[in-house]
């Protein structure tokens, strides 16, 4: 099947413009994979990240058809359902853009500086503040550690706080992983709605923003 992909590139500091491939892929290929086979084939210059190529290191985040996900995890039967389809030719066209809320370094790839930033500012992630130090490790069932599923898993890929409104609108906001990775641990019986900030967060920006979507690949 033939698909084009419209790549959003960009050196730093400069315009971004649009760039136009065409692959015959498979409808298992992922995202990253067709990537690769731009870079390899066709424009050894497109640059973006990747490493583990099994959505587990959180390199591959990029905005592909308008919403931030990871290259690796998405396929091209699955976008098939997102993508335009081009009106001239009529073959499918997906549109691959970088993470947003993050300056672009060269074309899929951002500088993710903000993002670790305000991560750290978050102290601590796993706290044993308050709790009887054990002789030997914590022990945690089954059942406490499935509540921690939906932020402890958190590969820190960044597109969360790329598709962040509330972080584009205020800039000091630390963005959405930064309370999942502060508060589940130190509230670890709590459910979101109980959500607060644990006394010892360096920084508040964006504590009082209420309840935001929480998006995660
Ligand atoms: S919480 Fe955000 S940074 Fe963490 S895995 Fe989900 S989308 Fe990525
Ligand atoms: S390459 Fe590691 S998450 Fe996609």
């Known amino acids: 099947m033939e698909v084009q992909f419209q790549v959003i590139r960009q050196h730093q500091n400069q315009q ?3 760039e136009t491939y065409q692959l015959d892929v498979e409808p298992g290929h992922t995202i990253l994979d067709c990537l690769n086979r731009i870079k390899w084939e066709l ?3 497109l640059g973006f990240r990747k490493n583990c190529r099994n959505t587990i290191c959180g390199s591959c985040g990029m905005r592909i058809n308008g919403r ?15 993508c335009e389809t081009n009106a001239t030719t009529g073959l499918p066209q997906m549109t691959i853009a970088p993470l947003g809320n993050l300056p672009v370094i060269k074309d899929l790839i951002v500088d993710m500086q903000n ?8 102290d601590p992630y796993v706290s044993t503040e308050a709790r009887k130090i054990p002789e030997r490790e914590f022990l945690q069932t089954p059942a406490e550690r499935s509540q921690l599923e939906a932020t402890g898993n958190c590969i820190m890929c960044g597109a969360c706080y790329s598709d962040c409104n509330a972080k584009q609108v205020n800039p000091r906001f630390c963005g959405p992983p930064c309370p999942s990775q502060g508060l589940p641990h130190d509230c670890r019986s709590k459910r979101w709605r109980d959500f607060q900030p644990p006394r010892n967060t ?6 009082g923003v209420g309840l935001y979507p929480l998006l995660c690949v």
Do not use: M, V, Y
Not at 68 to 82: F, H, M, Q, V, Y
Not at 115 to 122: A, G, M, R, Y
Not at 202 to 207: A, D
């Open 16 to 18: 971004p413009r649009i």
């Open 202 to 207: 360096k920084s508040r920006h964006g504590w």
């Open 68 to 82: 931030a996900t990871l290259a690796c995890k998405e396929n091209i039967a699955g976008e098939l359902a997102r």
């Open 43 to 45: 424009d050894g210059s």
């Open 115 to 122: 993002f670790w930033q305000h991560l750290e500012s978050i």
